[in-house]
């Protein structure tokens, strides 16, 4: 049985080219960078969970909801397997306390509680309206009309498609996996935002506030299944 099944809709995905000493210290064991085109990217998501069922059980209250993530690129080798390619979160933010409580506690995910809203408004142009808001921080913009496949080998390829979540922890590094179809997405254009990343994130991250994005763009999104854990290092347990 898969732990979480939802749906997750309209990503918003904002991602920057950075130098991979940014990110380094941060790789988990057993993980390293993952590179497009010789350039390691760091992404902030916003996105909706709904329809959300935990080991197969609907939650009242906890089935739609937000989060945005700031996540980088990894990939891991079994040592008998194809490459796993995968992400790293570096924080995670959701409106529910619970969540965030049973994350940190249990899983040692990066999940912090922020009061959090969005916007999706139909205009008369055909785009979309698409907004999120996390305590003063916000990104808005205009949704295109047409859906586009994931090309093979471009940057939002890379970018939506990894399919591995991996996890530095106390007792080693956690992995999950994460499966859905891929994804279309759509322009997002007229963007604007006002993210003050050194308040959300600390001062190590405080640059990203005066860079801009490589590339903007709306993942649709799907039904997504995250399957239980195991451990590439570190202490082994069975999965969940």
């Not at 988990?28 to 010789?38: N, R, S, T, V």
């Not at 906890?62 to 891991?76: A, I, M, T």
């Not at 913009?141 to 979540?165: C, D, M, R, T």
Request: hydrophobic letters at 35%; glycine letters at 8%; charged letters at 25%.
């Amino acid at each position: 049985m898969a732990f979480l099944r939802a749906h997750w809709r309209d990503l918003i995905m904002v991602n920057w080219s950075i130098s991979p000493e940014h990110l380094e210290p941060l790789v988990p064991k057993g993980c390293e960078l993952d590179f497009f085109e010789g350039q390691t990217y760091i992404s902030l998501v916003a996105f909706r969970f709904e329809k959300t069922f935990v080991l197969g059980l609907p939650i009242p209250g906890y089935r739609n909801f937000e989060e945005v993530n700031l996540r980088f690129y990894v990939k891991h080798t079994p040592k008998e397997g194809e490459c796993r390619r995968g992400v790293v979160f570096i924080q995670e933010l959701v409106p529910k306390r619970l969540i965030a409580f049973v994350a940190r506690t249990l899983y040692q995910e990066p999940y912090r509680t922020i009061t959090m809203s969005h916007r999706n408004d139909q205009q008369e142009t055909g785009n979309r309206l698409l907004s999120y808001k996390w305590g003063d921080h916000w990104i808005s913009g205009s949704v295109g009309p047409s859906a586009n496949k994931l090309a093979s080998g471009s940057l939002e390829q890379f970018i939506a498609e990894h399919y591995w979540g991996y996890t530095k922890t106390s007792r080693g590094t956690r992995e999950y996996r994460v499966q859905h179809p891929s994804w279309k997405w759509r322009a997002y254009d007229d963007c604007q935002y006002s993210i003050d990343f050194g308040d959300l994130y600390g001062k190590k991250w405080a640059f990203l506030s005066q860079e801009q994005p490589t590339r903007i763009f709306v993942a649709e999104g799907s039904e997504v299944s995250v399957d239980p854990w195991g451990w590439i290092s570190g202490r082994r347990e069975a999965e969940l």
